[in-house]
Antibody, heavy 118, light 108 residues
Framework: QVQLQESGPGLVKPSETLSLTCTVSGASVSSGNFYWSWIRQPAGEGLEWIGRIHTSGTTNYNPSLKSRVTISADMSKNHLSLKLTSVTAADTAVYYC??????????WGQGTLVTVSS | EIVMTQSPATLSVSPGERVTLSCRASQSISSNLAWYQQKPGQAPGLLIFGASTRATGIPARFSGSGSGTEFTLTISSLQSEDFAVYYCQQYDTWLMYTFGQGTKLEIK
């Protein structure tokens, strides 16, 4: 059974870089034909797909965030990373990592709240 | 970008009732649609993919239908644990997944 756990700072200052990690167990981030995605959800709002990385290392990003986002995978630690630069209050949200199977998200982490504030 | 529109935003229903939620795509997405259920404080969970295929472990009271631009999620007899927010997601364009804004099922 795949398990995902997000971690990282809960508070980030405006204009700085948001950095999160997703630790994966029960599966490898570097093998199999899977994509691993980051998705976010502002409080009381809907879901926004941020981007994904394939086990081969190929990445795809939401065009609206592409200029600020980097998703990477660390095979040695079996975890994913999300970096979002130049954050503003609009980036305040719960951030989820999820495994993608056949273009759907079948396993999710519990999410981590990131607040952008000075 | 394909815009997904869900209706209604909120639905007040009683346990045991049958309920139908709607999701409309701004352009045809064939059957490339998934439904998720999200309870307060939890991550979403996959219910339906391919517009009508239940995910592993999902009870038969959940069913999905539709293709093209119009989709529905039906819960045949609402149980107490079904009161939650439901989201649809399109994956016709894999370069950009989008979700609907959600429908909240609340107890009447």
């Amino acid at each position: 059974q795949v398990q995902l756990q997000e971690s990282g700072p809960g508070l980030v200052k405006p204009s700085e870089t948001l950095s999160l990690t997703c630790t994966v167990s029960g599966a490898s981030v570097s093998s199999g034909n899977f994509y691993w995605s980051w998705i976010r959800q502002p409080a009381g709002e809907g879901l926004e797909w941020i981007g994904r990385i394939h086990t081969s290392g190929t990445t795809n990003y939401n065009p609206s965030l592409k200029s600020r986002v980097t998703i990477s995978a660390d095979m040695s630690k079996n975890h994913l990373s999300l970096k979002l630069t130049s954050v503003t209050a609009a980036d305040t949200a719960v951030y989820y990592c999820a495994r993608e199977t056949s273009n759907c998200f079948d396993s999710w982490g519990q999410g981590t709240l990131v607040t952008v504030s000075s | 970008e394909i815009v997904m529109t869900q209706s209604p935003a909120t639905l007040s229903v009683s346990p045991g009732e049958r309920v139908t939620l709607s999701c409309r795509a701004s352009q045809s997405i064939s059957s490339n649609l998934a439904w998720y259920q999200q309870k307060p404080g939890q991550a979403p969970g996959l219910l339906i993919f391919g517009a009508s295929t239940r995910a592993t472990g999902i009870p038969a009271r959940f069913s999905g239908s539709g293709s093209g631009t119009e989709f529905t999620l039906t819960i045949s007899s609402l149980q107490s644990e079904d009161f939650a927010v439901y989201y649809c997601q399109q994956y016709d364009t894999w370069l950009m997944y989008t979700f609907g804004q959600g429908t909240k099922l609340e107890i009447k």
